[in-house]
């Protein structure tokens, strides 16, 4: 039996990063109506970074939080409503979709936008954490420009590790990689790359022991060898480039996943592989990862959203 007091939306947008809050200010304007719900991670990777120099608009840099609160602040003024709490529950099988929110509340929507990111993957170690946003990041393109000329460190041995490791070797004094097997993972070509790239150490077999710091942030890492061997590499900048994990276990067995679990899209478009359902952002993206391209994809879901509800009226 059909709960009465169920919430009945247009469109719901689970996830509040620039994806999911770009969505929000499109289907406002759309006037959809848009629910939105932040998830655990409200403003989504941005808030863990500092000063943000690549997303236009902004000339002198804006800090992460405060471009997300931005984002936040225009989704509401056109009248989205923006919600604290975390979607746990998900019934894609038929329209209109139904889901349950972490405070035992459920909600019904004639169409979904999913832009619930990825979440990059860290060591684990609590220093690690102690100094994310300074000096530690799990992102070279975004934040390398403020090591340029100084030593920074890449962590990882695959093909993002080398792709990491060569843009910053462009603008560092020196990049040391710390590859955890006596080998790397990545393609023949990226390896030469990185070869052939005189300011660019590879350590094999050594594994990050601590990341050291002030109040200032990172001033070197502690590294040991498989053999016990311990080194201090005195660095500025610690990048991880060890993966990222999408966030879609809520739609596992539901939406189409690629192998890594990202969610598979129409080529050119939001759409997945279930009508009324729209992706957005990282969490379809395992490519550019970027503010600004998961900025236009919510562009994109919005609209493709607002063409299938006013084409299936």
Not at 151 to 167: N, R
Not at 232 to 246: E, N, R, V
């Amino acid at each position: 039996m059909q709960n009465k007091d169920m919430e009945k939306v247009k469109c719901l947008i689970i996830g509040g990063g620039p994806a999911g809050f770009t969505a929000a200010i499109y289907t406002s304007r759309a006037a959809l109506s848009p629910v939105l719900y932040e998830g655990m991670e409200p403003g989504g990777q941005l808030t863990t970074t500092t000063t943000i120099e690549n997303f236009p608009g902004y000339p002198e840099g804006v800090d992460g939080p405060a471009m997300m609160e931005d984002l936040r602040s225009q989704a509401r003024r056109l009248g989205a409503d923006i919600r604290a709490g975390i979607i746990t529950g998900a019934d894609l099988s038929s329209r209109p979709f139904r889901f349950t929110v972490d405070g035992g509340g459920e909600i019904e929507a004639e169409a979904v936008i999913v832009a619930t990111g990825a979440s990059a993957k860290y060591l684990g170690l609590p220093s690690e954490l102690k100094y994310r946003g300074m000096g530690v990041s799990a992102c070279a393109t975004c934040d390398g420009f403020f090591y340029r000329r100084q030593d920074v460190a890449v962590v990882g041995g695959g093909d993002t590790a080398c792709e990491e490791a060569t843009y910053l070797a462009s603008i560092c004094r020196k990049v040391y990689m710390i590859v955890r097997k006596p080998f790397m993972r990545a393609s023949q070509a990226m390896q030469e790359r990185v070869s052939a790239t005189e300011n660019i150490e590879v350590l094999y077999g050594f594994n990050t022991e601590e990341v050291l710091g002030d109040e200032d942030g990172v001033t070197g890492v502690r590294v040991v060898s498989t053999d016990g061997e311990r080194r201090t590499l005195d660095i500025s900048g610690f990048f991880l480039a060890i993966g990222h994990h999408p966030n879609t276990e809520l739609f596992a067995g539901q939406l189409e996943l690629d192998a890594e679990g990202y969610i598979k899209v129409e080529a050119g478009t939001s759409r997945t592989n279930i009508e009324g359902v729209f992706a957005a952002g990282d969490v379809k993206d395992p490519h550019y990862r970027q503010a600004i391209t998961a900025a236009g994809s919510g562009c994109i879901a919005a609209i493709d959203c607002e063409r299938f509800l006013h084409s299936s009226k």
